[in-house]
């Protein structure tokens, strides 16, 4: 009897340790003008939409390891937050794919209420970091805010950038702002193997770039700038951060599209801090959902963009 009472406890204080450590199941912040759903076993947005429209993030409908693509990094889709510049992944990492564990595997819920949620990573091992992403719905409206933030734990000497992926659906064109300094061009091509120009239009009065969504692709261009949209039929999408002017940024961008069959990213970028032990840098991005003019041609509404994101 004592031995099977030793037991049936063991196996309570199992069950219990399994329930309190299960894998969250995703979470969806609501309110009427918009949905956003986070997945904390993945370390993912995998939901952006008004209520009972179609989601606009694009997710993979057939998410297979395979050990001959990407050395078997199954990419999910949705929205992830990584450490660049990826120029030093093969230094740091001694590869460039699979990206940092620590940031591709399950997160932590830190505090998750009707309107906000917090989630935290376990510490890379390769830079030393923790991240914290926290996800808040904007009151009467359909944005929310992300603050996204690394801090150093372990002792590493590797600069970082605060990289934010989200993959969407195919748009019909997309928008940077642009924003160079002096004697810069107004965009940069990051992959100069392939010529983005047939897809480019420039619109020097709103200093932005406009580019005809290719599923051909692959295509990469980048800006100074504090914002990046997809356009769409009834919707437009903008992701914008606030650039450090005179930050240092590795390939001098600070917002970037990056196109191929399926979906199209966008992309920022902080600049590059090198912070020590005990100390965290972070950024804020802002997603918004605009309702589309549809009485305006695409020229009439890049500006019309550009003049929402100045007020």
Avoid: C
Wanted: proline residues 9%; glycine residues 6%.
């Amino acid at each position: 009897m004592h031995y099977f009472r030793i037991f049936s406890a063991f196996v309570s204080l199992l069950f219990i340790f399994g329930q309190s450590h299960a894998a969250p199941e995703p979470i969806t912040l609501s309110n009427d003008h918009i949905e956003v759903t986070i997945d904390p076993q993945k370390g993912l947005i995998l939901g952006f939409n008004r209520p009972g429209e179609e989601n606009l993030l694009w997710v993979n409908p057939k998410p297979i390891s395979n050990p001959k693509r990407n050395n078997g990094w199954v990419n999910y889709g949705g929205d992830k937050l990584w450490w660049g510049p990826m120029i030093d992944w093969m230094s740091v990492k001694g590869r460039r794919l699979p990206p940092d564990e620590a940031l591709d595997t399950p997160w932590e819920v830190i505090q998750h209420n009707n309107d906000t949620l917090i989630i935290r990573s376990v510490v890379s091992q390769w830079v030393g970091i923790q991240a914290t992403r926290k996800i808040s719905l904007t009151p009467e409206s359909s944005e929310i805010v992300i603050h996204n933030s690394f801090t150093r734990v372990n002792a590493s000497d590797h600069r970082l950038q605060l990289w934010t992926i989200t993959q969407v659906r195919p748009p019909l064109w997309a928008v940077l702002d642009s924003n160079p300094k002096p004697g810069e061009p107004p965009f940069v091509n990051r992959r100069p193997q392939f010529d983005p120009l047939p897809y480019l239009s420039m619109s020097p009065a709103t200093n932005s770039v406009r580019y005809r969504y290719n599923e051909d692709g692959p295509n990469m261009i980048g800006s100074r700038g504090a914002w990046v949209a997809a356009v769409y039929e009834d919707n437009v999408l903008v992701h914008e951060v606030s650039p450090s002017r005179g930050g240092d940024y590795a390939t001098d961008v600070s917002v970037q599209i990056f196109s191929i069959k399926g979906f199209l990213e966008l992309e920022t970028l902080s600049a590059n801090a090198t912070p020590k032990v005990g100390e965290t840098m972070s950024n804020t991005v802002r997603w918004m959902l605009l309702p589309r003019p549809t009485d305006l041609a695409a020229d009439e509404l890049t500006v019309w963009i550009g003049e929402q994101m100045s007020r």
